[in-house]
């Protein structure tokens, strides 16, 4: 009588899959040599895929993608009506942006734009009225000749206000990109590549006194 062998299920079949660890920010599964959050590491396979298509306002990675990208930024003016603007370099030409970047996991809008303001100017503000509301949906600005960046953006745009003398202003930690600080008229805006280039004409109404918040939406 033929013994018979004991029942192994299918490969592949009845049998629990290994679940791989999720990135607790990104929402992508990584392996064992995937340690994306370890200096001079990459991720791998899709993951290193999916991550590449995503990038920011200069051109870079942004790991941390999952979702659009919630900044706050900061419209500072001194005494002579001049606006202080970060001047960055893009692939082939110098552009310039309001002070601020990415609102962190834990801060309030308002905490970050004391905070960037800080690391890419060296100056203490005091945040006053939300200004502006503005989105960038990429999609629907293809082939933009100042925009590279594939991200989806909330933007919160803040009055602030100087705490000190406008000549103490050094960079903290600046960004990568940063190249200067600029303290520019406000009446003047469109001698400078400001980006949003939608946002100069709001800028110049300042001057005529406080505006009332504004939604912009999608704007390039």
Do not use: K
Not at 76 to 90: G, H, N, S, T
Not at 185 to 196: F, H, V
Request: proline fraction near 8%.
């Amino acid at each position: 009588m033929r013994r018979r062998g004991r029942h192994r299920p299918a490969a592949g079949r009845g049998l629990p899959r290994r679940s791989r660890p999720v990135h607790p920010r990104t929402g992508l599964n990584r392996g064992r040599d995937e340690r994306s959050d370890q200096p001079g590491s990459v991720l791998s396979g899709s993951a290193e895929r999916e991550i590449a298509s995503v990038v920011n306002d200069t051109g870079e990675q942004d790991p941390h993608h999952d979702g659009p990208r919630v900044s706050a930024r900061a419209v500072i003016l001194d005494q002579d009506e001049r606006l202080l603007v970060v001047r960055q370099r893009a692939v082939d030409r110098d552009v310039h942006v309001l002070p601020g970047g990415r609102v962190e996991i834990g801060e309030t809008a308002a905490e970050a734009v004391r905070r960037e303001v800080w690391e890419e100017t060296g100056l203490r503000v005091t945040v006053g009225d939300l200004l502006w509301v503005r989105e960038f949906l990429p999609e629907r600005h293809l082939g933009h000749p100042l925009h590279t960046t594939a991200m989806q953006q909330l933007q919160l745009v803040f009055h602030a206000h100087l705490q000190a003398d406008p000549a103490s202003a050094e960079p903290r930690r600046p960004d990568r990109s940063q190249t200067a600080l600029v303290w520019h008229p406000l009446a003047d805006l469109d001698s400078l590549t400001l980006l949003p280039l939608g946002l100069n004409g709001y800028l110049a109404a300042l001057a005529a006194g406080p505006t009332s918040p504004m939604y912009l939406g999608d704007l390039a």
